[in-house]
């Protein structure tokens, strides 16, 4: 099967989401159109096909499958959550018997901050830091201890902050893939069934002198 941007969005929209979500870990699932869009630019940017890359905070695994379906060598799969990791397993057969071969993944049940194998990429979807400011700092510390090239989603507005801490931590933001991500009604304080929230993909790039 010739892959496409189009039909790797269809197979991760094949996947099992998560309903019973966390509000303190800001479970939010990330749509299987916009995973198909970073992942197709990670693709031609060279940073998937033979990487192995860390899916840290992996939720239902749809950024790590995307990027095992892209041809990547090996996903490290991690997450706190017991739960969500198990959705991620299922998710992984369901696209083995889908594409009628095995993915070399390897899935964790433990904090972010007791990982510690050294990965190409990091492909992560971390808090946004709405319940707790700058939740997501622990997650982009870790990749760029662990890594050299970095994609993370973040609020929009949260750019200086990622773009000093890289400067800090010998990184560049090299780019930032603009989302309209929607988060749909999952908590008894959602009013609307989606709300859209303005997102970056930031590409973080470590500078080697």
């Given at each position: 099967?010739?892959?496409?941007?189009?039909?790797?969005?269809?197979?991760?929209?094949?996947?099992?989401?998560?309903?019973?979500?966390?509000?303190?870990?800001?479970?939010?699932?990330?749509?299987?159109?916009?995973?198909?869009?970073?992942?197709?630019?990670?693709?031609?940017?060279?940073?998937?096909?033979?990487?192995?890359?860390?899916?840290?905070?992996?939720?239902?695994?749809?950024?790590?499958?995307g990027a095992l379906i892209l041809g990547a060598k090996k996903v490290y799969f991690i997450d706190v959550d017991k739960k969500v990791l198990e959705i991620a397993k299922e998710n992984k057969k369901v696209l083995e018997k889908e594409l009628n071969e095995k993915l070399d993944a390897i899935f964790m049940n433990e904090e972010i901050k007791s990982f510690n194998k050294k990965v190409?990429?990091?492909?992560?979807?971390?808090?946004?830091?709405?319940?707790?400011?700058?939740?997501?700092?622990?997650?982009?510390?870790?990749?760029?201890?662990?890594?050299?090239?970095?994609?993370?989603?973040?609020?929009?507005?949260?750019?200086?902050?990622?773009?000093?801490?890289?400067?800090?931590?010998?990184?560049?933001?090299?780019?930032?893939?603009?989302?309209?991500?929607?988060?749909?009604?999952?908590?008894?304080?959602?009013?609307?069934?989606?709300?859209?929230?303005?997102?970056?993909?930031?590409?973080?790039?470590?500078?080697?002198?």
């Amino acid at each position: 099967m010739k892959l496409t941007k189009n039909k790797l969005s269809v197979l991760l929209s094949k996947l099992k989401t998560f309903e019973d979500l966390n509000l303190k870990l800001e479970q939010y699932q990330t749509d299987s159109e916009i995973a198909a869009e970073v992942l197709w630019i990670a693709f031609m940017n060279n940073d998937i096909k033979d990487k192995v890359i860390g899916d840290l905070g992996c939720g239902n695994g749809v950024l790590g499958l995307g990027a095992l379906i892209l041809g990547a060598k090996k996903v490290y799969f991690i997450d706190v959550d017991k739960k969500v990791l198990e959705i991620a397993k299922e998710n992984k057969k369901v696209l083995e018997k889908e594409l009628n071969e095995k993915l070399d993944a390897i899935f964790m049940n433990e904090e972010i901050k007791s990982f510690n194998k050294k990965v190409d990429v990091v492909i992560e979807n971390p808090p946004f830091g709405v319940k707790e400011k700058h939740a997501d700092k622990e997650f982009l510390i870790k990749a760029m201890d662990i890594s050299n090239v970095v994609y993370s989603f973040h609020k929009i507005e949260s750019e200086d902050f990622i773009e000093k801490l890289s400067n800090d931590n010998g990184f560049i933001v090299k780019d930032v893939i603009k989302i309209k991500f929607p988060i749909k009604s999952s908590f008894k304080f959602h009013r609307k069934k989606v709300h859209f929230v303005d997102v970056g993909c930031f590409r973080l790039i470590k500078i080697v002198n």
